[in-house]
């Protein structure tokens, strides 16, 4: 396996007959046997991604190709339902659950020939930064520090699709972020993580967590991945009422990395004592560079960043509390019998929901409860009109903004912090991003001294996914960050 | 009736009308909603929530709610929001409905009935949207309930009304002109046996010039009989309990049909928190208005308005008007019938004849065996005096019978006037030189002998005679 594959990379060799899908297929499948430990999949699709493989083969001999990509392998977050494959969404709630329908993003892919290698792991209905709260177990972070043999995380929730990618066990993957969870991991494990804006890409058929928030994603290995894979995903979906109907652009032939005489934002307000060193290194190090290459740097405000994540965690969560409602025993998933239909209930609700989500959907019941109503969740969604009128104000000054993704790089599994609101705080980054709707990618900018990915965040105004992805190649060709975690799982 | 019991008592009614969106699709699915299908047969994705599955607005249902909102005369808010109603139960899907609570797509409106005492107005507070739940069925096993989803995500329009009606009856033609303006309109068939227009009816009495007294609702009731006897009960019962020194407690009742008794169902305190908060799938809905005046234009004439009409272009009165607009099909029938004839005429025969016919075999007049073609010749034949009255009930009798047409069986039976004054004439000679004494008597002073001849002459005519013609020409006769 060559570190160097990536959608474009492979789109040449199939294209040149370099290699087949089957054995490209092939490859990967054999990658993810040997890379069991890290617990990236839920599920592997073995015996149907070679079927499809040979299909795309087939198609290929004929000239019947769907796309250029045609026939390369991915991975799909389990939060995807997926037509005949179980999705679990990492919940033994839906452990049993085989979909029969398949969501919008992945049908998608299919009608571009890419192939699915299976279902990967993440939080518990798409709940935590760590991968922790996964039914099916923590993934491990195909990075480790220096010198040391501790296990990390990976991020979340989209950990498994992140550090699929970073250790090879599919090329490009799909996530989905709430509050992060794309861009958090992919600043976890030096992959490339992109949150388009809200109403880019269709949710038609992901188990929801907090729909207002909700978006879909690829995590890859490079920015000309994610945009071939947001071109791929993205489009208006009539099936979503939520789905936007802005034309979406050819990012991938229209990226361009020249940023001359744009201005990018340095919000004040992301600035504390507590960054580490080297992630303030990293961000300081980057402005000048971008800086250096021609755009101008403003230093900005966002007045109500502090406010971001208290506000996240009464909306994602009364929303949340509503969206799970449905998993009650009564129609698909466990069912734990009960002496009456409340006992059914409780019984299944109880067993079928790990810690993490039962705290979320009691902190959303609670907040949208009469008498704390107004108290919470009113109040939160008028400092989301705060925090995203912060954003339209900043972008009418600069054309992007250049943050950190994440307070730290990834840490212990063992490490688990008592208090839930540590946990909360990797989000600080990302969060204020979802309550505007607005895109967001996180890239690889660097390594600490410990050896650990360090991720950097850059935002744009709603719908600008073209000059994200633009600034994001920028910097990627100028530092070419080409750091590999080392193959520890394969010894 | 009620009067006497609660004479020196107000009754305050307030009623949600439940009216199903008269829609071949879901509120938010594409499923069809036909009635008495085989359970679960009608259940897409959506409406069995599954993961992942998100609601997309029927545009129709959207259509339905705004011009039965301008039939009630009410505003229409150009900006409205779905919220998810959130509790749990095995028929609930979703674990909450999406309804609209704090704006509804229809605001204040009115609409206004006849009483004792004349027109009355009454308020209208808002009409919203909302999904319907499914079915659970109690009753196919001894241990086990089943679920039936077909119902589950059909549009219901909620219809909820001011508190301004003051009696049962009041109550009940509140419902029946909805109902009516809903069923002219298209946007709800009406149809009370198969649930598809409900009523929660609150109740509260108090004695004149004190406050208000504390309301009870009653959920659920599907025909005009159930909702007069559920008012006068629960009327009775609030009574009782105030005189004998209780108090009326806030509560939710169910109507027996059976008893004709209201018990309680949940009182306040059991009253379910619903945690309504908008719901993130679905945008604000926001009408422009142009596309609300486009709808204004397909309004059809509503009961109000062809009242009135038919008052000036038919000279009807307005008991009869009322009765003919109550239901679009009658006033349709009607229509049909009196077109070019006599308004009088077929009123007597609409309202009286056909009723009578259709009450006695418990028909609708959708389902009247005479059709508006058919009673519109019936007509006819007494207009031109080819039948008399008398013979046309009996005409009409064999038409219900036989399915025949009116012209077909005067043919068959004979039964055709004779109003040829020719004719008439000779069976009035006849009579009249058959009889000469009479006729000396007769115009010596002896009145009576009139009727006499008459009848001398009818016999003659085997009763074909068109009696007018035959009165007209005897007294000439025995004038000259």
Request: glycine letters at 6%; one cysteine or more; charged letters at 25%.
């Amino acid at each position: 396996m060559k570190d160097s594959y990536t959608l474009k990379s492979l789109a040449v060799l199939l294209e040149n007959n370099k290699i087949s899908s089957k054995e490209l297929t092939s490859e990967y499948l054999k990658n993810i046997e040997n890379g069991k430990e890290l617990n990236c999949y839920n599920t592997i699709s073995q015996e149907k991604a070679l079927i499809d493989a040979e299909k795309s083969d087939k198609r290929r001999k004929s000239q019947n190709l769907r796309s250029k990509y045609d026939g390369i392998p991915i991975g799909i977050k389990d939060l995807f339902c997926t037509k005949g494959v179980t999705t679990t969404a990492s919940s033994k709630i839906l452990s049993n659950f085989v979909p029969n329908y398949e969501s919008t993003v992945t049908q998608n892919c299919d009608d571009a020939g890419l192939i699915s290698l299976g279902k990967l792991n993440c939080d518990e209905f798409a709940m935590g930064s760590t991968n922790k709260t996964s039914f099916f177990g923590s993934v491990k972070n195909p990075w480790k520090s220096v010198n040391s043999d501790i296990e990390l995380v990976p991020g979340g929730s989209s950990g498994g699709s992140a550090a699929a990618v970073s250790a090879d066990l599919c090329v490009a993957s799909l996530g989905t972020d709430t509050g992060g969870s794309i861009r958090q991991p992919a600043s976890f494990t030096g992959t490339v993580g992109l949150k388009p804006s809200y109403g880019r890409v269709s949710r038609w058929g992901i188990v929801a967590f907090a729909s207002s928030l909700d978006q879909a994603g690829p995590i890859t290995k490079t920015v000309e991945d994610a945009a071939i894979l947001l071109d791929i995903i993205s489009g208006h979906d009539e099936k979503d009422s939520t789905s936007s109907v802005n034309p979406k652009e050819n990012y991938y032939e229209n990226l361009n990395s020249d940023i001359k005489g744009m201005k990018i934002g340095i919000p004040k307000e992301f600035r504390s004592d507590k960054l580490p060193a080297s992630t303030q290194k990293s961000w300081d190090e980057c402005a000048n560079l971008l800086k250096t290459n021609g755009a101008e740097i403003v230093e900005i405000s966002l007045p109500h960043t502090m406010s971001a994540l208290p506000t996240y965690y009464i909306i994602a969560p009364a929303e949340a509390s509503s969206n799970l409602a449905r998993y009650d025993g009564v129609r698909y998933g466990l069912r734990v019998k009960g002496n009456d239909l409340i006992d059914m209930y409780e019984k299944t609700r109880s067993e079928g929901f790990g810690d993490e989500v039962k705290r979320r959907i009691l902190i959303g019941t609670y907040v949208l409860s009469s008498g704390y109503y107004d108290a919470y969740y009113i109040k939160a969604q008028k400092i989301r009109s705060l925090i995203k009128s912060d954003y339209v104000e900043a972008f009418k000054k600069v054309d992007a903004i250049l943050t950190p993704s994440t307070p730290s790089t990834a840490f212990e599994i063992a490490n688990e912090p008592s208090d839930p609101v540590q946990n909360y705080l990797n989000d600080i980054f990302t969060v204020p991003v979802n309550l505007a709707g607005l895109p967001g990618i996180s890239i690889p900018y660097a390594n600490d001294e410990n050896n650990l990915p360090i991720g950097l965040q850059l935002i744009t105004n709603s719908f600008e996914e073209q000059k994200l992805l633009n600034v994001a190649k920028n910097i990627e060709e100028t530092i070419n960050y080409s750091e590999t975690p080392e193959k520890w799982w394969l010894k | 009736m009620v009067a006497k019991m609660i004479e020196g008592w107000n009754l305050v009614i307030g009623i949600e009308i439940h009216a199903q969106v008269n829609s071949k699709s879901k509120l938010f699915s594409s499923s069809p909603t036909d009635f008495g299908s085989k359970p679960n047969s009608q259940v897409s994705l959506i409406d069995a929530a599954m993961p992942g599955m998100l609601p997309v607005i029927n545009k129709f249902c959207i259509e339905q709610a705004v011009k039965s909102g301008i039939g009630l005369n009410a505003k229409i808010n150009k900006k409205s929001i779905f919220d998810r109603k959130n509790y749990f139960y095995q028929d609930l899907p979703q674990g909450y409905q999406i309804s609209q609570y704090k704006d509804p797509i229809v605001g204040e409106g009115f609409i206004e009935i006849e009483t004792e005492n004349g027109q009355k107005k009454i308020g209208v507070e808002r009409l919203h949207l909302e999904q319907d739940a499914g079915k659970s069925l109690h009753d196919q096993d001894p241990n086990l309930t089943f679920v039936d989803l077909n119902r589950s995500g059909i549009a219901l329009m909620e219809i909820v009304s001011k508190p301004d009606m003051s009696s049962p009856e009041e109550a009940v033609e509140y419902v029946r002109k909805v109902r009516s303006i809903l069923r002219y309109l298209g946007t709800c068939d009406g149809n009370m046996e198969q649930g598809s227009l409900r009523a929660d009816v609150n109740v509260s009495v108090n004695k004149p010039g004190n406050e208000l007294g504390t309301r009870c609702e009653i959920k659920n009731l599907n025909s005009f009989k159930f909702i007069h006897a559920a008012i006068v009960y629960e009327a009775k019962r609030q009574i009782k309990l105030i005189e004998q020194g209780e108090s009326v407690n806030q509560e939710t009742r169910l109507f027996n049909t059976q008893s004709g008794e209201t018990r309680s169902m949940r009182s306040k305190e059991d009253a379910h928190d619903y945690r309504y908060f908008p719901d993130p799938d679905l945008l604000p809905l926001t009408l422009d208005d142009d596309w609300i005046k486009g709808l204004q234009d397909t309004i059809p004439e509503l009961p109000d308005q062809i009242k009135e009409r038919f008052i000036n272009e038919y000279s009807l009165s307005s008991y009869d008007a009322n009765i003919i607009v109550s239901d679009k099909a009658i006033s349709e029938y009607f229509e049909d019938v009196v077109k070019n004839r006599n308004p009088k005429l077929v009123t007597t025969w609409v309202t009286g004849e056909l009723f009578s016919i259709l009450n006695k075999k418990n028909l609708i007049i959708e389902d009247s065996p005479i059709t508006a073609k058919q009673l519109g010749e019936l007509v006819d034949n007494i207009e031109n005096g080819k039948i008399s009255n008398r013979q046309a009930k009996e005409v009409l009798e064999e038409m219900c019978e036989s399915g025949k047409g009116a012209l077909e069986i005067i043919d068959e039976k004979g039964l055709s006037q004779i109003s040829d004054e020719n004719e008439i004439e000779s069976l009035v000679d006849n009579v009249l030189n058959s009889n000469p004494e009479n006729v000396k008597k007769y115009k010596n002073g002896k009145d009576k002998l009139f009727g006499f001849f008459v009848g001398e002459a009818m016999k003659l005519s085997k009763g074909k005679a068109n009696p007018k013609i035959v009165n007209d020409l005897i007294k000439k006769k025995l004038s000259q």
